[in-house]
Every structure is written in C-alpha cells, then in structure tokens.
C-alpha cells in the first residue's frame, strides 16, 4: 500500500469516531433547536466557548510534544509516557480544583444567568477527566492502534447522546404523558426540570468519565514521575504549541465571547444578545462538517508526519497530501453550502434559527483553509521552530479581535463569520510563505486555488440565481453539487492512480 493510501486508510478508521460519531453529536443540534429556545441554546453556546480556551491550557502542547518525543532516536518511550502523565495529573488536580473553587465569581465574571454556578463545577472536572485521557489516545495513535482508540472515542459519544436524549427528550415527554407511562417512575426519580440545559453538561462529564474506565489499561500501566531536569526540554517545546492553541482558540471561539458583549441591543429586532449567540452558534455547527474531517484527518496525519520526516521523498509526499486534502474539503464545502436549506430543515427545528444560515458557506470556507493551514504547519513543527506557530497564531487572534470589534456593530454575525473566514486565510497564506524559506515543499498553490475560486462560484451561482422554491431548487442545487464533483474527478481522477 502506498504512502498516500495508507494515511487514507488510517483516515478512514479514525472517521469512525470522529466523523460517524461526532455526526451523531451534530445530530444532536436538531434535539436543542428543538427544545431549548435560542436564549437557553445560547448559554451552552457561551460556557463551551470558554471550555475551548480552558482545554488548551490543561493540556499545554503535551500531545504533540508526545508525539515529537518518541520520535527521536534513543527515546525511551515508556519512561516518556510516565513523565508526560505526571505532568498533566499535577496540572490537572490543580487547574480542576481551581475552577471549582472559583465557579461563583467565574460565571459572574461571564454574565451569565445567576443561579448556574453548578455549571462550571461539572466543566472544571470534564476539562480534568479529559484532560488525563488526552495522552493514552496520543499512546494509542503512536502505536497505530487506531481501532481502539475509534472504539473508546465512538463509545464516549455514543454515551454522551445517548443520555442527553434521555434527558433531554425522553424524561421530559414521559412526565407530560406523551408515551411509556411505565416508566414515570424512572424518570421522576432521576429528572429535575430545573436543570434544564445542565443536562448537557452531565451527560458530558458521565461520558469523560466512561472513557477514562475504557482507559484503564492504558493508565494503569503509567508509573509516577516527578524529575524536574528531563521535563525541562519537554516544557520548553511545549509552550510555543499551549500559545498557539490559546491563539487558535482565540480566532475559533472568540466570536461567540465577543457577539453578545458587543452587538449592539436591538440590533435583531425582538431578540436578545444572547439569542443571536444561540441562532450563531447553532448555524456555526451546521459548519462543523468540514472541521470533522479535519479532526479525523488530523488524527491519522499528525503521527504519520513526525513518521515521514525522515523520509527522502518527504516533500513530495506532504504536497500530495495537501492537494487531495483541499480537493476533498473544496467538494464538501459545495455540498453543504449549496444545500444548506434543505440541511437546516432537518436540524434547526425553530424558524428563530433559520435566519442565521447566511453565515454557514462563509464558516465553511474558513474551516476549509484552517485544514490547509495544520497541512502547512508540518514545516515548523518538523524543524522544531514551535515559535511560528505561535507567532502565526498570534497574527491571526490580533485579526480576528480587530475584525470582531469592527465588524459586529455593523453586520452582527456575519462580522463574526468574515472575521473568521479572514483569519484562517491569513494564517494560512502567511504559512505556506514562510514554510517557502525553511522547508520547501512543490505544494500545487496555484492549481489549489484555481479549484476553491471555482468552488466559490458554484456556492456564489447557488445562492444568487433566483429558483423557485420547492423540488425544482432542491433539483438544481443538486445537479449544481454534482456537476462541480464531476467536474473534479474528470480533471483529477486520471492523476488518482498515482498516488
């Protein structure tokens, strides 16, 4: 099997857990539009888009130093793993208890409804849980166990689903009588109806902590310990990635922090803030498609790059991969962006969210050149100039913070999407120039480009051309869909058995 293939292939068995599994998670979009009203929809928007940040900082670059490690001739894997483990169960311990102690003042500091402090006591110990599991996935994709690590990811969502159904759906119908009056009994002895959206939040932490029982193995063979010299080198590769993380986090989330702080009030006419953050955040994971792939992408990539580095023909390899990648996400972008009304009536169930779906090619687009950027950033992890990363990160907060104050008051969450859309090509642009000058790699940028301008317009012709509605626009969304595919096979295709 050649190169390309078996990333393919590793790909493929990842997707089971990142994109089949998180699909189910992204159906679960159609459950909250459903049930929860945009305001209520908007604090679970908010609380997950501070999660993001907090993510980065209990796990500080650890994974990818992991991997950069045990990569490195003479590494003793085993005594790496133990350190590495250390680390994150001090740093976990702490940053948990922290977040606990301060989950008043915190959710205060947030403006959000009183009343939830609850709230942040249950994420401070999911970012824990998840926290001390991060590295026995990465021990899992180093040895190429990629089935187990897809079974244990699958189960966790499938967990996490399958109890917020319960909750969410199933207690709350069963006690208005709607059907299985047999199990009333059931659900008045574990349901609360005040907590409300909290459910969300529990069934996350009963599924993090499910994951670390699946785990057992994995930490049971980890050995404590605390030499402060050889983490030093550990520590020192990391920080540059725990910065960039924090600054993609800032062009990633920052727009759902900053829309409800600084739309102006009455901006949507008969809606609150923190509704417009609800129907933003709802349309946003209409996005996520695109971002699913990139994650099952990365998952399989990021090893098999460390892997690949030593190779001659290393250069060659890492464009191909590029160019197959952005073909594939430049396909997925026009599928979804050209029928994103016939996706949005099977997942946002309350018309208060359908004004928003202006927003989802351009947040497509955006995800599209994130997956170009992580392709481009191979160069600097691989030479160990972690610093770019950093400074490119940094580069493209700054933006996303300028374009998010300039442009919220005058577009509302179309600034955020634009801002979005922005950065992630900045970033991406000012990659590939430096990674020119360090690592040259023959990526085809001009062909790339040529086939994401054909993409826009095909999206741009979709939306534009009036059609009336009905099956005859659903019929030529479709053939629009399948002819750009077409189009990309007749004139790639003949290069496939190539790879």
């Known amino acids: ?148 690590f897809a079974g244990i990811r699958l189960a966790n969502i499938l967990l996490n689903v399958g109890l917020n159904l319960f909750f969410i759906v199933l207690c709350p119908d069963v006690l208005a009588g709607k059907y299985l009056a047999e199990l009333r009994p059931l659900a008045e002895s574990v349901y609360n109806p ?54 993609g986090m800032v062009n990633e989330m920052l727009d759902r922090i900053l829309l409800p702080m600084w739309l102006p009030k009455n901006f949507y006419p008969g809606q609150s803030n923190l509704a417009a953050v609800g129907i933003y ?17 990365k998952y399989a990539a990021e090893p098999f790059f460390f892997a690949q580095s030593t190779e001659q023909n290393s250069p060659r390899t890492f464009a191909l991969v590029l160019k197959w990648f952005t073909l594939c996400c430049a396909m997925l972008f026009v599928g979804v962006s050209v029928n994103v009304d016939l996706v949005a009536k099977v997942f946002l169930q309350r018309p208060e969210y359908l004004q928003g779906l202006s927003v989802v090619p351009v947040l497509l687009l955006a995800n599209l050149f994130l997956g170009v950027y992580w392709n481009l950033s191979v160069w600097f992890k691989l030479t160990d100039k972690t610093y770019y990363g950093t400074y490119l990160g940094a580069a493209g907060a700054v933006l996303t913070i300028v374009l998010n104050l300039v442009l919220i008051p005058l577009l509302g969450y179309m600034g955020s999407a634009i801002a979005t859309l922005a950065c992630y090509f900045t970033m991406a642009a000012l990659c590939w120039w430096l990674g020119e000058r360090h690592f040259p790699v023959p990526y085809p940028i001009a062909r790339l480009l040529t086939w994401l301008a054909v993409a826009v317009g095909v999206v741009a012709l979709s939306w534009w051309l009036p059609v009336a509605d009905g099956w005859s626009r659903y019929g030529f969304h479709a053939l629009l869909t399948l002819g750009f595919i077409g189009l990309v096979a007749a004139v790639e295709g003949r290069r496939l058995r190539a790879i």
């Open 1 to 148: 099997m050649s190169i390309a293939k078996r990333l393919a292939s590793q790909t493929a068995v990842y997707g089971i857990s990142s994109i089949l599994g998180r699909v189910l998670t992204f159906l679960l979009v159609r459950v909250y539009t459903g049930r929860f009203a945009a305001a209520e929809y908007g604090i679970v928007t908010g609380l997950y888009a501070y999660v993001s940040f907090l993510n980065v900082l209990f796990t500080y670059g650890m994974e990818t130093t992991y991997f950069r490690f045990a990569n490195r001739p003479g590494t003793d894997r085993r005594e790496l793993y133990d350190r590495v483990m250390t680390l994150l169960l001090i740093s976990s311990v702490l940053l948990t208890a922290g977040l606990a102690l301060l989950a008043r003042p915190l959710m205060s500091l947030l403006s959000l409804p009183p009343g939830h402090e609850q709230y942040a006591v249950w994420i401070a110990i999911i970012l824990g849980l998840d926290a001390l599991a991060a590295i026995p996935f990465a021990r899992l994709r180093l040895e190429n166990k990629a089935r187990k």
């Open 281 to 297: 955040g709802a349309c946003y994971k209409l996005s996520i498609l695109m971002s699913l792939v990139i994650q099952a992408f």
């Open 194 to 247: 005040t907590v409300g959206v909290g459910y969300v939040f529990l069934s996350n932490l009963a599924a993090s902590a499910f994951t670390l029982v699946l785990l057992g193995r994995e930490l049971l063979d980890f050995r404590f310990r605390l030499k402060l010299e050889p983490l030093r080198p550990l520590l020192q590769y990391a920080y540059p990635i725990m910065l960039m993380g924090l600054a």
